[in-house]
């Protein structure tokens, strides 16, 4: 969040001499006008000056911009207007370079106002909707009386060579019932310095005209102005348009209808009184109130007003579905006004959000070379979402059940898609018909029984199956890779009980069927034909994948998967009787012992991890990220000391499923700028890391640290002096890793808006963990637990 403001609009006059239909102060939701005095007096624009001279020393800022609004600000007349203008000038100029502005609906604005201007260097931007039916469709006296004639008399003042130098542009509010061709003629010939598009305040309990009648017909309709304004070698700066590509270059884009760069603004009322923008006029009655005024608040202390913070900390209010998007950094999530909807406020996208992804997509599109060409072009992907709130519950630490399985179902919607979507099988060699016939079959399994072939796919190995063999960044396609997917059309075929003959491509004398096992041929052929008999029963030679169930944990445990190997896990293969026993103890302790003492981590565990994969040794990290961005997710690797229960196992599996649990996050969220991609310090590492790594063990660490927090208040545990001493030391070490790796990434710059926001969840989370019951103050140990 910004600490300052720079920007400033004084509603200097109440009134207004037109009686405009989309009029934000007059016809909306917020009435307060009918309340306040009709002009603001010379004494309020004298404290004002205070209060921003003030902030001004205070900050060091350059430059502030001042715009005198209303109603319509001309009704002050030119003798108050003038004491008001010379107030401000007086109070700042000796101070901070002051940018003054007036916007004006034009109708009154004459020489003497502009000589008025002129003297003072005031700035003038006059609002106008285009040609006179365009602009009359709103812009009316109160008996119905066009306004556009004395607009363009208005206008050609400003054109006259001694006042050019005031004309500041042209404002226009958009209609889509108008022609926009029409519009944007009729604003060109009127030789604007500039031109701005603003989109006609609503929210989504009062949408805009025509909300919803396509896709995006606003951003439809601008499209249009901007092929034409593209056309035309673009002969005016349009600050819609302008505003869109710097944010899509990472640069602020000045406008706080779009872009992440918070744009500080705060308004003064003709009371004196501190408000937020007044474009929130529009979401209730009261909405634009602070309860501040310019003789009871400075500047510093209505920057801590809760409004003021939601409206300038960029991504940390933006709704879950607008972390998602892929254009965030470029619309901003839109106007925070926009985004109202009564039952749930501003956390909601913007009831704009189509249009403005189709206007993000279409500017950064003709950017880059890459545009539609045409009306309809330019369509974005459709995108999954989590359930409300589940994004900040993963941030906080633990996440919930309902954000689980709804990450699990993006997985499968990745997985199917991948699949639907694969290299198809060439050539005539036995793997190559085995992938063409397992293909086919799996195709014709999906369609009838859709359950079956699900369940198969939500396997975590058939994710990394499809990823690494199917995926557009895959590095290469072995034929016997391409042939697993007999191995799938098998296995959906035997949980949908349907008979069928297969050829399966041969490992090591076996045949797999992903989450159900393996079967042992004879010969030495590249495949051998499996016959599935329905009804699930197994075939000859089968060697079943092993299930735990128990009331804290339900897993099969693979030690035959052909995909379950890689990113650092040297798997065990086929466990001994005795081997199996230890795990299905170690695993079932484990479980009991989460549940018991963080079930908040155990619930979602529960439903999300799927398989667990037995390790001769803890997983291999060398800081590159690899081990950390294990795309299997619902599964964890995890080793036992020589095959005996005395390793961790209930902070491995904590751990692990962290692990997974972010890395699906970062498959729907864009955590990081391009940034990301350079390496950062942080401070547990010999040497600098991917930042996608340290991400992995700062989330890790914060779990960790609530597990032996909790370990620590445990009776069993602290019956022994030894182990409390070992519980409290194993906190103090996850709880500072955590706060020193939180600190290092937000300093690290790397942040996407999904990532910021995620990271000020977990500094949240470690902030809450210090502040819990006090510790005895213990040594740091030197290594993990």
Not at 713 to 725: G, K, M, N, Q, Y
């Amino acid at each position: 969040m910004r600490s300052l403001i720079d920007q400033f609009v004084l509603k200097v006059h109440g009134g207004c001499d037109l009686a405009c239909d989309h009029c934000y102060v007059y016809e909306h939701a917020d009435q307060s006008w009918r309340d306040k005095p009709r002009a603001m007096t010379p004494a309020i624009a004298a404290q004002v000056g205070r209060r921003i001279a003030e902030h001004a020393q205070t900050h060091r800022l350059p430059t502030v911009r001042i715009t005198l609004h209303g109603g319509e600000p001309l009704l002050l007349g030119i003798s108050r207007l003038r004491d008001i203008i010379e107030t401000l000038r007086g109070a700042l100029d000796d101070t901070v370079r002051v940018s003054l502005h007036v916007q004006t609906n034009g109708v009154t604005l004459n020489e003497r106002f502009c000589r008025l201007f002129d003297e003072h260097g005031v700035q003038v931007g006059v609002s106008l909707d285009g040609d006179r039916s365009s602009n009359d469709r709103h812009r009316r006296y109160a008996n119905g009386r066009s306004s556009h004639a004395q607009v363009l008399r208005a206008l050609a003042l400003l054109r006259r060579p001694e006042f050019h130098h005031l004309y500041g542009g042209i404002l226009c509010t958009v209609d889509i019932a108008n022609d926009p061709i029409a519009v944007y003629e009729a604003l060109l010939e009127e030789s604007p310095p500039r031109l701005d598009f603003l989109l006609p305040h609503a929210t989504w309990d009062s949408p805009p005209p025509g909300h919803g009648s396509t896709p995006a017909p606003y951003g439809a309709w601008l499209r249009r102005i901007h092929s034409r304004w593209l056309t035309d070698g673009r002969p005016v700066p349009i600050r819609l348009f302008d505003a869109l590509v710097a944010a899509s270059r990472g640069q602020p884009s000045g406008s706080e209808a779009v872009g992440l760069r918070p744009v500080a603004l705060a308004v003064v009322d003709t009371d004196g009184s501190w408000e937020q923008v007044d474009s929130l006029k529009t979401a209730y009655a009261g909405a634009p109130a602070t309860g501040m005024t310019v003789f009871t608040h400075s500047l510093d202390r209505l920057m801590g007003h809760p409004g003021m913070v939601a409206r300038n900390e960029g991504h940390t209010n933006l709704c879950t579905t607008c972390l998602a998007c892929p254009v965030v950094h470029i619309c901003g999530g839109g106007l925070y006004t926009h985004r109202y909807r009564r039952e749930n406020g501003f956390d909601n996208p913007s009831v704009y959000c189509a249009d403005l992804a189709f206007l993000a997509h279409e500017v950064t599109a003709v950017r880059s070379g890459t545009g539609s060409g045409s009306p309809s072009g330019g369509h974005l992907p459709a995108m999954h979402h989590l359930p409300k709130g589940a994004f900040d519950a993963f941030a906080a630490g633990a996440g919930t059940v309902e954000g689980t399985k709804a990450l699990q179902h993006v997985q499968l919607s990745m997985t199917r898609a991948l699949i639907a979507g694969g290299a198809q099988p060439e050539g005539r060699s036995d793997l190559a018909v085995a992938a063409a016939l397992g293909r086919d079959l799996l195709i014709e399994l999906d369609g009838r029984h859709p359950a079956a072939t699900a369940e198969v796919f939500r396997h975590p190995f058939v994710q990394t199956w499809a990823v690494r063999c199917l995926g557009a960044d895959s590095s290469s396609r072995r034929e016997q890779d391409l042939a697993h997917i007999a191995g799938l059309a098998a296995a959906a075929a035997w949980r949908a009980g349907v008979t069928t003959r297969l050829p399966l491509p041969v490992r090591a004398g076996l045949v797999h069927l992903p989450g159900l096992g393996a079967s042992r041929v004879a010969g030495d052929g590249a495949t051998a034909v499996l016959s599935i008999e329905g009804a699930g029963r197994p075939p000859s030679g089968w060697i079943e994948i092993r299930q735990l169930t128990s009331a804290s944990l339900s897993v099969t445990i693979d030690d035959l998967d052909t995909f379950r190997v890689g990113h650092g896990w040297t798997a065990w293969d086929r466990l001994s009787p005795l081997q199996w026993e230890a795990w299905r103890l170690a695993l079932s302790q484990a479980g009991d012992e989460l549940s018991r003492l963080v079930p908040e981590y155990a619930e979602p565990l529960r439903a999300g991890l799927r398989t667990i994969v037995p390790l001769r040794a803890a997983p291999v990290d060398h800081g590159t990220g690899a081990y950390g961005t294990q795309r299997a997710f619902g599964a964890a690797g995890v080793a036992l000391s020589d095959g005996a229960a005395d390793t961790d196992i209930a902070a491995a599996l904590l751990r692990e499923f962290q692990r997974t649990k972010l890395t699906a996050l970062m498959d729907m969220y864009e955590f990081f700028t391009v940034a990301g991609s350079s390496p950062v310090r942080v401070p547990h590492r010999v040497g600098p890391v991917q930042v996608r790594q340290a991400f992995h063990d700062l989330y890790a660490h914060v779990s960790l640290a609530d597990l032996w927090q909790a370990r620590s208040a445990d009776r069993p545990v602290r019956a022994a002096h030894d182990r409390t001493i070992e519980a409290v030391a194993a906190f103090r070490h996850h709880h500072e890793q955590a706060d020193l790796i939180v600190d290092a990434l937000a300093a690290a710059g790397a942040l996407a808006p999904a990532g910021a926001r995620f990271a000020t969840g977990l500094r949240a989370a470690i902030d809450r963990l210090a502040g819990r019951s006090p510790l005895p103050s213990l040594p740091c140990p030197r290594s993990t637990p």
